[in-house]
């Protein structure tokens, strides 16, 4: 098993609430929206639409020295990525404040049936260029990677966290019929960033004078363009795999969506926290299964996918109960 690798998070759309901390901040942002409001603007935009570092473990780094390291250029930024395997492509998406590598235990079962796997770190991670970032942008780099004209053949997608919702926006606007895997999918994130913004008390003239500004500049809509209006309009089938134990992204957000459309599967794991998930070797199987159930060596490459065995969870079909891995 991989090393456990370190991460520093800041502040993001992923923040919950916190006591005294909170508080006070609230408190500070009050203040200083009244007496100064453009240095509160350059605040909340470091605070909110700055990812913070992932550094990868040992075993992280290894798999990106096999990979075959490869750059485009979106909104004038170089976006780093690495592709294992000559096959059609399967796009592997971090999240807020993390790298593509964080899902690498897809790699080998996606290049033993065949595949590429195509993994990324968004603008402003990793070794991508930028110092910010938000949904737009990101949405935008998906959309580039999977357009037919760069040639990566992309045919399917696993996205984690806010790079799920950034996947939903880009196949829908795309109109790209390609399989999904979507790990704690933040698919509400309109209202996740609107709760975030104001627990800490930022007034909303604040952020949401910050946010008109990224719509005009990459031509969407926080409302009109959220993932929770967009999922039903994918045009392939998409799994989405939650834990109920999730302290980032409620379970629940993904139930109240999942529900009502068909062309979605909800698996609910227990135990696997919000990041965890991304390297649980029944998910990974889950997942895999999923993005290859029309071709017929699929069972081959989950059985030699190279992980550890686990207990299936009688109850949830996948995962195993584990204290929670916030």
């Known amino acids: 098993m991989a090393n456990t690798p370190k991460v520093a998070y800041r502040h993001s759309t992923n923040v919950r609430s916190n006591g005294g901390r909170e508080w006070a901040t609230r408190q500070a942002f009050k203040a200083l929206s009244v007496a100064s409001p453009r240095l509160t603007e350059r605040l909340v935009e470091k605070l909110f639409f700055t990812p913070g570092s992932y550094v990868p473990s040992a075993d992280e780094r290894r798999r990106l020295e096999q990979g075959d390291p490869f750059h485009i250029r979106v909104h004038g930024r170089r976006i780093c990525g690495w592709r294992w395997g000559n096959g059609p492509g399967v796009l592997l998406v971090h999240g807020w404040s993390g790298r593509g590598i964080q899902l690498s235990r897809y790699i080998d079962p996606l290049v033993r049936a065949g595949c590429a796997a195509v993994a990324i770190d968004g603008p402003a991670h990793g070794e991508s260029e930028g110092r910010s970032t938000s949904y737009f942008e990101f949405t935008d780099v998906i959309r580039s990677l999977i357009d037919p004209i760069l040639g990566f053949r992309i045919e399917g997608i696993v996205a984690h966290s806010f790079g799920a919702a950034a996947a939903v926006n880009a196949l829908a606007h795309q109109e790209m019929p390609l399989k999904t895997v979507l790990l704690a999918p933040a698919l509400q994130l309109r209202k996740t960033l609107f709760d975030a913004l104001d627990r800490h008390g930022i007034p909303p003239r604040i952020y ?112 195993r109960k584990r204290h929670a891995a916030r």
């Open 208 to 319: 949401e004078k910050i946010i008109a500004v990224y719509e005009a500049r990459f031509g969407y809509s926080l409302e009109r363009d959220d993932p929770r209006r967009l999922l039903e309009e994918l045009r392939s089938p998409a799994l989405v795999v939650h834990d109920l134990d999730d302290p980032v992204i409620a379970h629940g957000d993904s139930e109240a969506l999942c529900g009502r459309i068909g062309q979605v599967t909800l698996k609910t794991t227990s135990g696997l926290g919000h990041r965890r998930i991304m390297s649980d070797p029944d998910v990974v199987e889950a997942g895999v299964s999923h993005l290859l159930q029309d071709r017929g060596d699929a069972p081959a490459a989950v059985r030699s996918a190279n992980v550890e065995p686990q207990h299936q969870d009688p109850l949830l079909g996948i995962g």
